[in-house]
């Protein structure tokens, strides 16, 4: 059973793919400083280092883009003060501002348009030859048009009229990314590839999604209308339940698992995963794994183990740059190349590019991964050692806990206690979260500032929801758990007792 949950947020979206109700992928975009890679920019040349083979892009970010270009290239091509067209292939890091590159592509859903870029290319994953042979016959109809095609593996699957309907389709986004680049001045985006809804639909809903899990019920129209598919057919994949949003608490709980260090295997092995800002270490330990009593088999087994997990806590965790991974300790060197060969074929399902190199004389393996996004602590945590959350991601679970409760207690105002620092955040850089609460939900919060709260509580969250009742001479004192109230004035409640 493979599902797709979906929970788009105020200021932070999540999506998630399942498996048999195990999170296999994880997207999480924070509004506020959404991605930028495959964004296109009208920029202008600040500079140029002939030593490095580079010029810095002014594209409108807080650091310049840099553009690398072949030596020879320089002088005829890139003086400062010239205006260019960019796409960033990569974001900024520490000192280092956005990579970009002049080679453009405007992903869609089964195809990837390269223009003035004249090459035809079929998904590696596409192994069968009739399909290969069929989608070379679909470019010659492209073939010589000045545009050049990635077919993506989702094609093979798709009728040819589907195809050739995505291509016209990207063929009329560049022609507007060109009209666009005519009139503005620089630095300016001509073209956002990082729309939320539309990059899910594109990267997440494969043909063997079973089900779709949405929290806003007008994402529907919107996911159909970029699938190209009729809203009916659509809707036998999505459940939409206006009163059942636990798919959302799922994800949500599952996030904070999957930042924890410790990483328990199902054999009782375990990962510890560190990460720095020059790399990541994951450490395998046997743990409560004794095995048969071939130690050396045992080893090679929780190795094996290991190296899943480790592909999809990378995955998960968004891990880049250098990893280092110190498997116990195999004195067989056929089994180190079993272990290299194993997780080189689990990296291989990795949108992102990876190199998987060997052991080093000491024993680790050593691999990269290409940065893509930021990695899920830094969008969760504004410092993770001391668990402090991002305003973000807690403005976000105040979204969900006041949905929750809005749903299940039939309320629809709710008072915020909040601690300064959260409080004078929410009514400046977040001012609009109130009545982006209101227009969407029909939910009205009132966010109140208190010494005595450490980051915020929910009026329903608070002891002072306890009750008092008395039934002839009983006395019945409780917390208030549920409360409905019906159009005859019937009252409905339900306490736990103290």
């Known amino acids: 059973m493979k599902e797709l949950y979906i929970d788009r947020g105020i200021t932070q979206s999540r999506a998630a793919v399942y498996i048999n109700g195990i999170i296999e992928e994880l997207y999480v975009e924070n509004h506020e400083d959404e991605s930028i ?6 920029g202008r040349i600040e500079n140029i280092v002939p030593g490095l083979n580079a010029a810095f892009v002014n594209i409108g970010t807080s650091k310049n883009a840099i553009l690398h270009f072949k030596e020879d290239m320089a002088i005829d091509k890139y003086k400062r003060g010239k205006e260019i067209l960019v796409q960033v292939i990569r974001e900024a890091s520490g000192d280092k501002g956005p990579r970009v590159s002049e080679e453009i592509s405007i992903p869609g859903k089964y195809i990837v348009l390269l223009p003035n870029y004249n090459h035809v290319y079929i998904s590696h994953k596409i192994r069968d030859v009739e399909t290969i042979n069929r989608l070379e016959n679909i ?7 000045g545009y050049g095609i990635i077919f993506r593996t989702e094609a093979e699957s798709i009728e040819d009229d ?3 309907e995505e291509y016209s389709y990207l063929k009329n986004l560049w022609n507007i990314v060109l009209k666009k680049y005519d009139f503005i001045k620089p630095p300016e985006m001509v ?3 990082r729309n939320f809804l539309n990059y899910i639909v594109r990267e997440f809903i494969k043909s063997d999604i079973d089900r779709i899990c949405i929290n806003r019920k007008q994402d529907l129209e919107y996911i159909a209308d970029v699938l190209n598919k009729p809203s009916k057919e659509v809707f036998k994949l999505i459940e939409y339940n206006e009163q059942d949003f636990r798919f959302v608490n799922t994800l949500s709980n599952d996030m904070l698992k999957i930042l924890d260090k410790k990483v328990l295997l199902p054999s009782g092995s ?3 995963i560190e990460s720095t ?3 990541t270490t994951i450490d395998i330990n046997t743990g409560s794994f004794i095995g048969d009593k071939d130690k050396e088999e045992t080893v090679l087994k929780t190795n094996q183990e290991a190296s899943i997990e480790i592909f999809r806590m990378v995955k998960l965790l968004n891990i880049s740059g250098i990893i280092i991974i110190d498997y116990i300790n195999m004195k067989n060197n056929k089994n180190k190349q079993i272990i290299n060969d194993f997780i080189r074929q689990q990296f291989k399902k990795d949108r992102v590019h990876n190199s998987v190199y060997d052991f080093t004389h000491l024993g680790l393996l050593e691999m990269s991964r290409a940065k893509r996004g930021r990695p899920l602590n830094k969008l969760i945590y504004e410092n993770k050692s001391c668990r402090e959350y991002n305003i973000s991601y807690m403005l976000k679970e105040i979204e969900n806990k006041c949905l929750r409760y809005s749903k ?11 601690d300064s620092n959260l409080y004078e955040n929410i009514m400046t850089a977040n001012s609009g979260f109130v009545s982006d609460m209101e227009s969407i939900y029909g939910i009205k919060i009132d966010f109140i500032k208190s010494s005595s709260v450490k980051t ?5 969250d608070m002891k002072a929801e306890a009750i008092c009742i008395y039934i002839g001479d009983k006395k019945i004192v409780g917390e208030l758990t549920a409360y409905s109230e019906d159009k005859n004035g019937n009252v409905n409640i339900t306490i736990n007792k103290h």
């Open 37 to 42: 890679t495959g964004n296109i920019y009208k």
């Open 270 to 272: 375990y990962l510890f």
């Open 191 to 193: 073209f956002n590839s």
């Open 456 to 460: 915020y509580i929910i009026d329903r």
């Open 139 to 145: 470019s010659k109809d492209i073939w010589g048009s």
């Open 277 to 279: 800002e020059a790399l």
């Open 162 to 164: 589907k195809i050739l």
């Open 408 to 418: 299940h207690y039939n309320r629809l105002e709710f008072t915020v206690y909040t």
